[in-house]
């Protein structure tokens, strides 16, 4: 079974400047490959390359050099255009359109008509949670509304491997786990996810790999459990009606103290230690314990460190 998305040696240059212009690499020499039925997160800070592949992908723009393959199939296949969805990072649409008069559209687009078009529109728009907003106006929703929009365009037609840029921008939290809950459905049903994100925890949620792009390079790629050491680095313990002379009782087992306000406090200690003991201490004076969790890693201290290393090696 041939790979969902394979790219190799995609580079993309652009010419800058008027007078005597020069390439500028957007992208260089990425080769990748994402398993079908896999999410894969494609991470990076800003400028890094990820919109420029996700658009070379879809054709949007053509590579200075390199080649990529969806399903098996070269990128501009048409079958393959029919077995794709796509969000861009900043969808735009005609905003006289009311949501469902939008997906009726790109249902058409896809060659779907009548009842069977209806019924996709309808279900799409449930999936997003735009059902009471479907005879809205584009231009009266607000940007977190938008996108459910574009999220619902990319799903219209069931695709077998779908493009996310920055599928979270603009959603508040309850359309951010909306959408975690809807990649995770659309995974079980085998559909391929490859998404960019700025949200850390999201990718390191949903993910099964990774790849970490800086200044137009892939600096890293694999398994979020392989890149993470998930042995515990230490406790912290959010503590509720204690006194400072309390916490300040505690010395040099808590390295880290973070005042929360009118008696909580985060206290910070560290992995050789074990919780109970302080627990039953500060009960004793009257504190009331709020959470305790490990603290491990996470994907994020491991992109800062890959972005750092990346940078000083003169990336």
Excluded at 140 to 157: D, E, F, P
Excluded at 192 to 200: E, N, P, R
């Amino acid at each position: 079974m041939p790979a969902a998305i394979e790219t190799e040696g995609l580079t993309k240059d652009y010419l800058v400047g008027f007078w005597r212009p020069r390439p500028s690499r957007a992208l260089d020499a990425l080769t990748l490959q994402v398993e079908a039925g896999e999410v894969f997160g494609f991470l990076g800070p800003n400028g890094a390359g990820k919109s420029t592949a996700i658009k070379l992908l879809m054709q949007l723009i053509y590579p200075t050099s390199g080649h990529a393959r969806i399903l098996g199939r070269p990128v501009g296949d048409v079958e393959v255009r029919r077995r794709i969805g796509f969000l861009a990072e900043n969808p735009y649409y005609y905003d006289y359109l009311t949501a469902e008069e939008l997906l009726s559209y790109f249902a058409r687009l896809f060659g779907y008509s009548g009842a069977d078009a209806t019924a996709r529109v309808s279900r799409v728009l449930d999936q997003v949670g735009l059902a009471g907003h479907r005879r809205m106006r584009l231009r009266q929703l607000s940007k977190g509304l938008l996108q459910r929009v574009g999220l619902a365009q990319a799903l219209i037609n069931d695709p077998e491997v779908i493009f996310l840029d920055e599928p979270m921008s603009g959603l508040d939290p309850l359309g951010r786990r909306q959408v975690r809950d809807l990649i995770l459905t659309l995974r079980e049903r085998g559909c391929t996810v490859f998404f960019s994100s700025h949200i850390l925890s999201d990718a390191e949620t949903l993910c099964s790999r990774v790849g970490i792009m800086v200044q137009g390079r892939l600096v890293a790629s694999g398994r979020v459990s392989d890149m993470i050491a998930f042995e515990r680095k230490g406790w912290e313990l959010v503590v509720a009606n204690a006194s400072d002379e309390t916490v300040r009782a505690l010395g040099s087992r808590a390295p880290r103290v973070t005042p929360i306000g009118h008696g909580r406090f985060t206290i910070h200690l560290g992995p050789e230690l074990q919780p109970e003991a302080i627990i039953a201490e500060l009960r004793a004076t009257g504190a009331t314990l709020v959470s305790l969790n490990p603290v491990h890693e996470t994907l994020e201290d491991y992109f800062v460190q890959q972005v750092q290393a990346a940078k000083a090696r003169g990336m």
